[in-house]
């Protein structure tokens, strides 16, 4: 069974600062690899996706990496901002051949984030 | 705009009183699911469906229904809740077969049994 881990659970960096999020996960037979944004109370926002064939995506100020042989993922966050403050999850979905349960999405526990003006 | 809706955003409700949350998606998408968010158990995923009439359980469906008679549509039916499934609750979708698998998710439904 698939397992996602996030380190650190809480994270809390000065503004300004770049700042890397850690996403480990057991079964390196995934499709891909979706990082989110959840801010308190509301819906999950899609910032990266990387396919299995993928080792990077980057969308303006964010950076995601992914090395499906070690089981990992780092999403780098660049001169983090006030308004970055949110919990950011990650989450891998199995591959078309993995019986029952093809192409499940199986999310990590998350990483809080706070930027301290 | 291309948007998963869902209805209703809260809801506070009696043991054992029948409940539907619905969801619609705008996006022609096959693949429809629904998740429960717990404090530090994360999200788990309840049910999903691969296309019409297409369903199967995910990790945690003992007392929850869902029935995809039309595409854009996944309503997720509690028939006798119980307190244990006071939740926050979140629609999601994805196109699939040879499209990204990109998930989508609604903007959750917040519900309280007592």
């Known amino acids: 069974k698939q397992e996602v881990t996030q380190i650190p659970a809480a994270l809390s960096v000065p503004e300004g600062e770049n700042l890397v999020l850690n996403c480990s996960f057991t079964?390196?037979?995934?499709?891909?690899l979706q990082w989110f944004r959840q801010d308190p109370g509301k819906g999950l926002t899609s910032l990266l996706l990387i396919q299995s064939s993928q080792r990077e995506q980057t969308s303006g100020r964010l950076n995601a990496s992914l090395d499906k042989s070690s089981g990992r993922s780092t999403l780098y966050i660049a001169a983090s901002q006030p308004g970055d403050s949110a919990t950011y999850l990650c989450?891998?979905?199995?591959?078309?051949?993995?019986?029952?349960?093809?192409?499940?999405?199986?999310f990590g526990k998350g990483t809080k984030l706070s930027v301290i003006p | 705009e291309a948007q998963v809706t869902q209805n209703p955003r809260y809801l506070i409700t009696v043991t054992g009183k029948k409940l539907t949350v619905t969801c619609s998606q705008n996006m022609n998408h096959e693949y429809m699911s629904w998740y429960r968010q717990d404090p530090g158990l994360g999200l788990r995923q309840i049910y999903y469906s691969m296309n019409v009439e297409v369903t199967d359980k995910g990790d945690v469906p003992e007392g929850y229904k869902v029935s995809r008679k039309e595409k854009r549509n996944f309503p997720l039916i509690l028939e006798s809740p119980s307190p244990n499934q006071t939740s926050l609750y979140f629609c999601?979708?994805?196109?699939?077969?040879?499209?990204?698998?990109?998930?989508?998710f609604g903007p959750g439904t917040r519900l309280t049994v007592t």
């Open positions: 999601a979708s994805s196109l699939s077969g040879t499209g990204t698998w990109e998930q989508y």
């Open positions: 989450a891998v979905r199995r591959g078309p051949h993995s019986g029952a349960g093809s192409y499940q999405l199986t």
């Open positions: 079964d390196s037979a995934i499709y891909n």
